[in-house]
């Protein structure tokens, strides 16, 4: 939308250059400060209000931007979180069942003798 708006802007510009293209041919019956009027409504005022408009959308985007890679770290260390959670918990079962396997051996021993 940005990228729109800077055109408009430029095409603004170049609509009042052919204006003043045909204010130069015509004879002198417009005034320079009709001339000026025209070019200020004709290209600074439309190409101003698009270059605004341009950047506004500019930094709408970036911001846009900057709060989806901000959510993107905020999901990728909650997964490295659980990632570590479950080689935690994975770590901690194996260890109980080893140590039931021991405590299940000894008593195996015990009854044996």
Same mark, same amino acid.
């Given at each position: 939308?940005?990228?729109?708006?800077?055109?408009?802007?430029?095409? &603004? =510009?170049?609509? /009042?250059? +052919? %204006?003043? !293209?045909?204010?130069?041919?015509?004879?002198?019956?417009?005034?320079?400060?009709?001339?000026?009027?025209?070019?200020?409504?004709?290209?600074?005022?439309?190409?101003?209000? &698009? =270059?605004?408009? /341009?950047? +506004? %959308?500019? !930094?709408?985007?970036?911001?846009?931007?900057?709060?989806?890679?901000?959510?993107?770290?905020?999901?990728?260390?909650?997964?490295?979180?659980?990632?570590?959670?479950?080689?935690?918990?994975?770590?901690?079962?194996?260890?109980?069942?080893?140590?039931?396997?021991?405590?299940?051996?000894?008593?195996?021993?015990?009854?044996?003798?």
């Amino acid at each position: 939308m940005s990228g729109l708006f800077k055109i408009l802007g430029i095409g &603004c =510009f170049f609509v /009042a250059v +052919l %204006f003043l !293209e045909v204010y130069a041919d015509e004879s002198s019956s417009i005034s320079i400060g009709q001339k000026i009027k025209d070019y200020a409504l004709q290209a600074v005022l439309p190409a101003t209000f &698009c =270059f605004i408009m /341009a950047k +506004l %959308f500019a !930094e709408k985007a970036k911001r846009q931007e900057a709060e989806w890679e901000s959510k993107v770290q905020i999901e990728k260390s909650r997964l490295k979180q659980q990632i570590r959670d479950v080689k935690r918990r994975t770590k901690d079962m194996r260890v109980t069942r080893l140590k039931r396997e021991q405590e299940d051996y000894k008593n195996s021993d015990n009854v044996l003798e």
